[in-house]
Nanobody, 120 residues
């Protein structure tokens, strides 16, 4: 499945931004979508996950209460709403589509990343 992340940009501390992840998939609801981020010089960090139906979400402690993941399966799109942004949220954000196998979780596609810069 092909994914394209968009919506990044420059925002001030305390501001908000909404990222989108558009997918080309036959049955988009078959895929769980994860968001990751990677800041310069740091390892990639898991941000959150949304189930295929959109009924279940998980978040990293670092973003819980500030970020919200949602999806519109009719538009093959997942959203990452980011509020109360902090300088440490500055990173390239990626989305990835995954499926659960018998005893593993496998990624079937990654977006190209979109840069979010939070200025103080």
């Amino acid at each position: 499945v092909q994914l394209q992340a968009s919506g990044g940009g420059l925002v001030q501390v305390g501001g908000s931004l909404r990222l989108s992840c558009a997918a080309s998939a036959r049955t988009f609801s078959d895929y769980t979508i994860d968001w990751f981020r990677q800041a310069p010089g740091r390892e990639r960090e898991f941000v959150g996950r949304i189930s295929g139906s959109g009924s279940t979400t998980y978040y990293a402690d670092s973003v819980k209460g500030r970020f919200t993941i949602s999806r519109d399966n009719a538009k093959n799109t997942v959203y990452l709403q980011m509020n109360s942004l902090k300088p440490e949220d500055t990173a390239v954000y990626y989305c990835a589509a995954g499926v659960y196998g018998m005893d593993s979780y496998v990624y079937r596609g990654w977006g190209q990343g979109t840069l979010v810069t939070v200025s103080s």
